[in-house]
């Protein structure tokens, strides 16, 4: 075992106590059944190098990038997290990728740099990128009618007519969450499986197409295109116009069309119950072990959450995929250079970085806000008012999975996969951005060569 010295400052109100840790560095992980999870993280303080599982890599003692592995295992203790994953890119180069913990704490497997992870509403990004290929080749608009474009016939309740604001909303109103629903104000269909297929006399667990056709009979939270507000049901709507128009299945399409291209082989997407876990899918866990309501019939009445509390099938195209840190920097590598994406043309990708139009994202005084949602991303200008000045992310957030992925205007990116999530008000999940920022802040001096090889 190797050692680098590394200070760890943990939230303040973690612990009463100032800890500091040594990093280890280690060249294998040492499965054993008789230690407890925790012990175990404290043990080997959750470190696994990817490059060490390569055959013939070894491993650097003081590596350039060693803060991040700080940022790391700083977040992941105070948490105890099970399992994480980072992988960071330079420009067109992966420089970093490492697994941390355990993909499963029953049977002490190590993550993986190659792990599968949920990477719950990171799924965005890749939606939006297929909705803009299609109308760079002519076949949708931006300003087409989202009910002209799908075939679902309306669940009305009793007495009630349809809100006609529902022929307002448009492809751009899906990409950008203006579409008029505010699961705030009213709630989130993709969560409310028995209702739904209770409303509609479908089998349970709901199926997308079953959500549609109920929501198709709700009323909007808001006029289309005045305010933004998240919505997973928008893009839910969006991968249903994607197979609308292609005559494919949204996964099938999405990997001839965004992940081929990229040269993501890995990817697919998940399935909710642990039965269907995927090969080098990691085991997802809740901090105490909650449990839901089992959606799925002829099972237990209560499940674990991540595996059966709700339906991932039907998240698909805005929730629903499942990929490596190194998948999702290959994908983030595809994205930064317009004049060279192998995605979008370069006016798609300035189209897909716009801001959305008046008055959303304006201040008062019509200025643009300090961050705005874009197609499919967070957007925050940071290096002079146009696309490429700006940072971009997504996060993602399931029962059991917590997941981040970033593209800084400077040619940095990096993704960050968790298979726990907080929920802790004194310790929030969103600490790992800021936190990876400052990792990068005190690289000096980046790694020139390209690990995506060792990848491939």
Same mark, same amino acid.
Request: glycine share 8%; charged share 20%.
């Given at each position: 075992?190797?050692?680098?010295?590394?200070?760890?400052?943990?939230?303040?109100?973690?612990?009463?106590?100032?800890?500091?840790?040594?990093?280890?560095?280690?060249?294998?992980?040492?499965?054993?059944?008789?230690?407890?999870?925790?012990?175990?993280?404290?043990?080997?303080?959750?470190?696994?190098?990817?490059?060490?599982?390569?055959?013939?890599?070894?491993?650097?003692?003081?590596?350039?990038?060693?803060?991040?592995?700080?940022?790391?295992?700083?977040?992941?203790?105070?948490?105890?997290?099970?399992?994480?994953?980072?992988?960071?890119?330079?420009?067109?180069?992966?420089?970093?990728?490492?697994?941390?913990?355990?993909?499963?704490?029953?049977?002490?497997?190590?993550?993986?740099?190659?792990?599968?992870?949920?990477? #719950?509403?990171?799924?965005?990004?890749?939606?939006?990128?297929?909705?803009? $290929?299609?109308?760079? $080749? =002519?076949?949708?608009?931006?300003?087409?009618?989202?009910?002209?474009?799908?075939?679902?016939? #309306?669940?009305?309740?009793?007495?009630? %007519?349809?809100?006609?604001?529902?022929? $307002?909303?448009?492809?751009?109103?899906?990409?950008?969450?203006?579409? =008029?629903?505010?699961?705030?104000?009213?709630?989130?269909?993709?969560?409310?499986?028995?209702?739904?297929?209770?409303?509609?006399?479908?089998?349970?667990?709901?199926?997308?197409? /079953?959500?549609?056709?109920?929501?198709?009979?709700?009323?909007?939270?808001?006029?289309?295109?005045?305010?933004?507000?998240?919505? *997973?049901?928008?893009?839910?709507?969006?991968?249903?116009?994607?197979?609308?128009?292609?005559?494919?299945?949204?996964?099938?399409?999405?990997?001839?069309?965004?992940?081929?291209?990229?040269?993501?082989?890995?990817?697919?997407?998940?399935?909710?119950?642990?039965?269907?876990?995927?090969?080098?899918?990691?085991?997802?866990?809740?901090?105490?072990?909650?449990?839901?309501?089992?959606?799925?019939?002829?099972? /237990?009445?209560?499940?674990?959450?991540?595996?059966?509390?709700?339906?991932?099938?039907?998240?698909?195209?805005?929730?629903?995929?499942?990929?490596?840190?190194?998948?999702?920097?290959?994908?983030?590598?595809?994205?930064?250079?317009?004049?060279?994406?192998?995605?979008?043309? /370069?006016?798609?990708?300035?189209?897909?970085?716009?801001?959305?139009?008046?008055?959303?994202?304006? *201040?008062?005084?019509?200025?643009?806000?300090?961050?705005?949602?874009?197609?499919?991303? %967070?957007?925050?200008?940071?290096?002079?008012?146009?696309?490429?000045?700006?940072?971009?992310?997504?996060?993602?957030?399931?029962? =059991?999975?917590?997941?981040?992925?970033?593209?800084?205007?400077?040619?940095?990116?990096?993704?960050?996969?968790?298979? $726990?999530?907080?929920?802790?008000?004194?310790?929030?999940? =969103?600490?790992?951005?800021?936190?990876?920022?400052?990792?990068?802040?005190?690289?000096?001096?980046?790694?020139?060569?390209?690990?995506?090889?060792?990848?491939?």
């Amino acid at each position: 075992m190797r050692w680098l010295n590394c200070v760890i400052r943990l939230p303040e109100g973690a612990f009463k106590a100032k800890l500091f840790f040594r990093l280890a560095r280690m060249s294998h992980i040492v499965e054993t059944n008789t230690m407890r999870r925790r012990h175990f993280l404290a043990a080997t303080a959750g470190f696994v190098s990817a490059a060490a599982a390569l055959p013939g890599a070894e491993v650097v003692k003081d590596h350039p990038l060693a803060s991040f592995d700080c940022e790391m295992e700083a977040f992941m203790s105070a948490r105890k997290i099970p399992g994480g994953a980072l992988a960071v890119a330079k420009d067109d180069r992966l420089v970093y990728a490492r697994a941390y913990g355990l993909a499963d704490v029953e049977k002490q497997t190590p993550v993986a740099a190659v792990s599968l992870f949920r990477i #719950a509403s990171i799924s965005k990004p890749f939606t939006a990128v297929a909705v803009l $290929q299609l109308i760079e $080749q =002519g076949r949708l608009s931006l300003d087409a009618r989202v009910v002209e474009l799908l075939p679902h016939k #309306a669940i009305m309740p009793p007495g009630n %007519q349809q809100d006609a604001r529902w022929k $307002q909303i448009t492809v751009r109103h899906c990409l950008q969450h203006t579409g =008029g629903w505010d699961r705030d104000k009213s709630f989130d269909p993709m969560f409310r499986s028995k209702l739904i297929a209770t409303a509609t006399g479908t089998g349970v667990p709901a199926s997308a197409d /079953a959500i549609i056709r109920f929501m198709l009979g709700q009323p909007l939270d808001f006029d289309p295109g005045t305010r933004y507000a998240y919505s *997973n049901f928008g893009y839910c709507l969006l991968g249903r116009i994607i197979e609308r128009v292609t005559g494919r299945s949204y996964e099938e399409h999405l990997r001839k069309a965004v992940l081929t291209p990229c040269g993501i082989k890995s990817m697919r997407l998940g399935r909710t119950q642990a039965a269907y876990r995927a090969e080098r899918e990691v085991h997802y866990y809740t901090p105490d072990n909650a449990t839901g309501d089992n959606i799925f019939p002829g099972g /237990a009445a209560k499940v674990p959450w991540p595996y059966g509390g709700f339906h991932l099938e039907a998240m698909d195209a805005h929730g629903g995929w499942l990929a490596s840190a190194v998948d999702l920097m290959r994908f983030a590598v595809a994205l930064r250079d317009p004049d060279k994406s192998p995605l979008l043309k /370069a006016d798609t990708w300035k189209q897909l970085h716009s801001p959305p139009p008046a008055p959303v994202a304006r *201040n008062e005084d019509g200025a643009l806000r300090e961050t705005f949602y874009v197609c499919g991303w %967070q957007a925050r200008p940071v290096g002079g008012n146009t696309p490429r000045g700006a940072n971009y992310w997504h996060s993602g957030s399931l029962p =059991g999975t917590h997941t981040l992925l970033v593209r800084r205007w400077d040619g940095l990116s990096w993704a960050v996969l968790f298979n $726990q999530r907080q929920d802790l008000r004194e310790l929030p999940d =969103g600490a790992i951005d800021p936190a990876l920022h400052r990792a990068a802040g005190a690289v000096k001096e980046w790694p020139k060569e390209d690990l995506f090889p060792s990848f491939a």
